[in-house]
């Protein structure tokens, strides 16, 4: 074989490795914390500089990581545990074959959450006492923490179920809250429902907050586990070229 003809058969196998790489697309599941403090935002730039297609599913950290065991999706995110996930879904039944596979890689810091309600509401500060009272049901009027005479409707996502266990385990002392008063999936409905109605309250990354009718008020710190990608043994290429990114030039993107 000539030099000429070497040439070209290795930009051929460069090119043939360069689109194995590059015209993929990455699906991630995850939990909504995870999703929209580090992913959405990065998600952009990432996808300019690699080619690879980013999409998001959020639909929750524990039914991501049973997606995840399944071999559904090659990574998983979520701003919790994975050790406190396995238990959680144990308590449930709910039995992951892959667990002493998994490989966690830490993408960011935890992040904070912030009590939301509506912009009309005119409360501003809730005390732990107050807030754990609210959330147990004990409390069941804004007129009794200087709020207007409507009842309180207390509002939890059904794909958002691990920011719920971080209320219940920093706020609640473990103790279980009562149900959501109006149907809600995503933080983003969460948000939406919030915005829409001066009686709700919640519980949503301080990221997510987009909307101006919905306000954080001052409240006790709730924060999130560092948050991770999973992956079932070592992380793919591709995978591995996101955590990378995110590691480095993602880091200014990224909602704190």
Excluded at 91 to 112: A, D, G, P, R, Y
Excluded at 204 to 230: G, R
Aim: glycine share 6%.
């Amino acid at each position: 074989m000539n030099l000429f003809s070497k040439l070209i058969l290795g930009c051929f196998f460069i090119i043939t490795l360069s689109n194995e790489i590059f015209a993929k697309e990455l699906k991630i599941v995850g939990g909504s914390t995870s999703i929209n403090t580090v992913l959405e935002p990065i998600k952009p730039s990432f996808e300019k500089e690699t080619g690879i297609k980013l999409t998001l599913l959020p639909i929750g950290s524990k039914k991501a990581l049973i997606e995840l065991d399944k071999g559904s999706f090659e990574v998983a995110s979520t701003a919790h545990s994975l050790k406190e996930l396995i238990e959680e879904l144990e308590k449930e039944n709910v039995f992951l074959k892959n667990k002493n596979q998994f490989k966690t890689h830490i993408i960011h810091k935890s992040t904070e959450y912030s009590v939301i309600v509506n912009i009309d509401n005119p409360v501003k500060k809730l005390s732990k006492e107050q807030l754990k009272s609210i959330f147990l049901g004990k409390i069941k009027n804004w007129k009794e923490v200087g709020g207007n005479d409507l009842p309180i409707h207390v509002i939890w996502g059904t794909l958002t179920e691990g920011t719920k266990n971080e209320v219940k385990k920093q706020i609640l002392n473990n103790e279980n809250p009562v149900d959501s008063a109006v149907q809600a999936s995503t933080v983003n409905s969460i948000i939406n429902i919030v915005a829409s109605d001066p009686r709700a309250i919640s519980v949503v990354s301080s990221a997510s907050i987009t909307s101006i009718k919905a306000k954080p008020i001052t409240a006790p710190e709730i924060i999130s586990a560092p948050i991770i990608l999973i992956t079932v043994g070592e992380p793919s290429k591709v995978v591995s070229m996101l955590i990378n990114f995110i590691q480095k030039e993602g880091y200014k993107y990224i909602k704190d």
